[in-house]
């Protein structure tokens, strides 16, 4: 069973960046798409991002700030988010699939707030 640990959330200021980070166990990670969802208070989770082995997804509301990437070697997915709003404030969730089925990390809290 695949497990994914999630890493580099944090408290920042409007206009500045943090960059997560997404480990997961096993082998052949490199075979298979990578989500980053994020779920604020009081809304649904909403997909921010994904990679495959060369292409990649964006939200409307990050293209442009957010940068997905993956180290295959490293078994790891990154999220470069740059620009931070308030509105990015949420916890973030690293998210794969097997077999048709979802598998979420644990999640990272990240907030926005002057």
């Known amino acids: 069973q695949v497990q994914l640990v999630e890493s580099g959330g944090g408290l920042v200021q409007p206009g500045e960046s943090l960059r997560l980070s997404c480990t997961a166990s096993?082998?052949?990670?490199?075979?298979?798409?990578m989500y980053w969802y994020r779920q604020a208070p009081g809304k649904q989770r909403e997909l921010v991002a994904q990679?495959?082995?060369?292409?990649?997804y964006y939200a409307d509301s990050v293209q442009g700030r957010f940068t997905i990437s993956r180290d295959n070697a490293k078994n790891t997915v990154y999220l470069q988010m740059n620009t931070l709003k308030p509105a990015d404030t949420a916890v973030y969730y690293c998210?794969?699939?097997?077999?048709?089925?979802?598998?979420w990390g644990q999640g990272t809290q990240v907030t926005v707030s002057s």
């Open positions: 096993g082998s052949d990670f490199s075979m298979y798409a």
């Open positions: 998210n794969t699939r097997r077999t048709g089925i979802d598998i």
């Open positions: 990679i495959g082995s060369s292409i990649t």
